[in-house]
C-alpha cells in the first residue's frame, strides 16, 4: 500500500492510447453484455432481409428499378447502411446519456490522466467497432440468404460505416447535453429515424416519390449512403456523385464529431 | 512542515458559474501525510473546491497548486497520481466489482498485469474479494462505496480526495468505512475529505476548514476548533416547539451563550449539571434535558449561525 514519499504508480497515456483505453473499457462492457444486442445486431436484418427481401421480393419482376437484380439483391446493401444508421442512432443516444447521468461514468474517466476530448475519441472509435461488427454479421446473414450480388457489396460495407458514424456523431453531441430522462430520443426515434428508413431509398427507388419530396430526401445521410452503398454494388455508382456523397457524409462526420467535442469538455470539464 | 512541501496550496482560489460564485477566494494548504477536512453544510462551495483540486475543474480565481504542479497546465499528470471518491458512486453497474478496478486502473497507464496484481489487494483491503466476480449493481450502498473506494487507492495516490463519503450510507457502514479510511490515514496516504457530518470530521480529520456561503470561516483542529468557539460542556434543553423562546430570558444569565433553536436551547458552559440545577431551581421545566460535550456541530452554530443538517 502506499505510504508517505512515495511515488504514485499513475502514468498519463499518450491521446491515441487514452483513446484505445476507454474502448478497452468499453469492450469490457460488451464482451460480458453482447448477447443482449444480438437481437439488433444480427436477428432484426435477417428478418428484414427473409421478409421483405425474399418474401415481398418475390413478387418485384428483377427491372430496369432494380438493376436487373432479384429484389433481396437490390434491398441487401441499402439495408445495411439503413441497420447501421438504426444501430449508430440507438448507441448515440441512451447509452451516452446514461454515461452522463445514470451511471455516470463519464465522470469516472475524466478524473483520470484521460481528458473529455480523448473520452469521446475513445468513445466515438467505440462507435466504429461497435458497427463494424453490426456491418460484418450482415454482410454474413446476406451471403447465408443469396443476398450479396457481388464484390461491391465489400465497399457497401465501408460506405455503410461512414454513413453510421454520420448518424451517430451529431446525435452524441446532442445526447452530451441532455439533462433529462431522454426523452426527445423518442422523437428522434419516430421523426427523423422512421421516415428516413422509409423514404430514404432503401426499399425503393426515391425517383417513385413526389417530385416535390425529392430535395428533402437529398438532404438525409441515409440517402447518401444508400447510394453509396447500392451504387457500389450493383457497379452503378459515378466517380463524381460517389464524391459528392462522400464528402457529404464526412461534412456531417466531422461537424458532429466538432460538436460532441465541445460538448462533452463543456460539461465534463467545468 | 516547510510550506514548500504542501500537496495542496491555494491563495485566493475562487469559482464562479455564470453570475454565481461557489467559491470566494480562499486560501488553504495541505501537508503530506494529513487527513485534511473540509466541514459545512450543502453549497458551502465544498464540492466545487474539491473538483478544482482534482483538476477536473478550472479555477475562475487565484492561485492552486496541486502536487507543486498548476492544474490549469499539468491537469493529466497530476490527476494520474491523485485519487477521487467523488460525492456519487459512478461505477459501472454493469461490469463485475473486479472488472470494474481492471478497467479503471488501465486509465493510469497501469499494465494488465500489474493491475490483476494491484486489484487483487485493494479488494481484500476493501472486504470484496467474495463479491469479486459479481456484478456491482446489487450490491449494498457500503460495498459499492468500498469498492469505489478501493477502485480510487489502484494508481496508489499521493493524495486522495473524498467527497461526502459516507453521505447516505446507514450507522454500520459508515463505521467500516471510516475504519478503511483509518488505516489508510495509518499507511501515510494524504487525506481530503468533504462532509456535512461533524462526527466524521472529528473521527477523520487532524486538521480541516469550515467552510459557509463560499468562504472559509475557521481552520483548526477539531479539538483547537472545539475550544476556540465553544465551551466544554453544552446544556440541551429540548422543548415543545414554540416554548422554548419563553424560557430563554429565565436561563440567559446561566452560561456563556445562549443559542436558540426551533425545539431547543442550548446553553454553552463549563459545568452543564450546575446550569441545569440552576435552571430546575428557577422553575424552568423543560421536556427533557441533555449535558453532552461540544462538538464541531456547536462551532458551526456559532460561526454561522445555522446547523450543518438541516
Redesign the interface.
Known sequence: MTTTGQRSTGTVPSPTRAALLVVEGLWAWYRRNWRSTVISTLVQPALFLVALGLGFGSQVEPGPATGGLPYVQFLAPALLAATLMQTATFESTYPILSAFKWQRTYWAVVATPISAAQLLAGQLTWLAARLAFTAVAFLAVSAALGAVAGPGFLLAVVFSLITGLACGAPIVAYAATIESEGQQFNVIFRFIVLPMMMFSGTFFPVEQLPGWVQPVVWLTPLWHGTELCRGVTLGTLGALPALGHLLYLLALLGVGAYLARRNFVRRLEV | MVGDGALVRARGLGKR?GDFEAVKGIDLEVR??EAFGFLGPNGAGKSSTMRMI?C???RTGGELTVLGMDPDRA???I????G?V?Q?????????VR?NL???G?????SKA?VRA?AE?LLD?AQLTERADDEVEPLSGGMKRRLTIA?S?I????LLLLDEPTTGLDPQARHLLWDRLFR?KQ????LIVTTHYMDEAEQLCDRLVVMDGGRIVAEGSPGELISRHATREVLELRFAPGAQAAAEPSVVDLAERVEVLPDRLLLYTGDGESALKAAHDRGVVPVSSLVRRATLEDVFLRLTGRTLVD
Request: aromatic residues 10%; glycine residues 8%.
Open positions: 458559474f503530506p501525510g482534482s477536473v475543474s478550472p491537469g493529466p499528470r490527476r494520474a497520481r491523485l477521487v467523488p456519487q458512486d459512478n461505477l459501472d453497474t454493469e461490469l463485475t472488472q481492471h478497467v479503471y488501465r486509465y493510469f497507464g497501469l500489474h494491484r489487494e483491503f477502485r487507492l494508481n496508489d495516490p499521493e489508510l499507511q501515510g496516504v494524504t
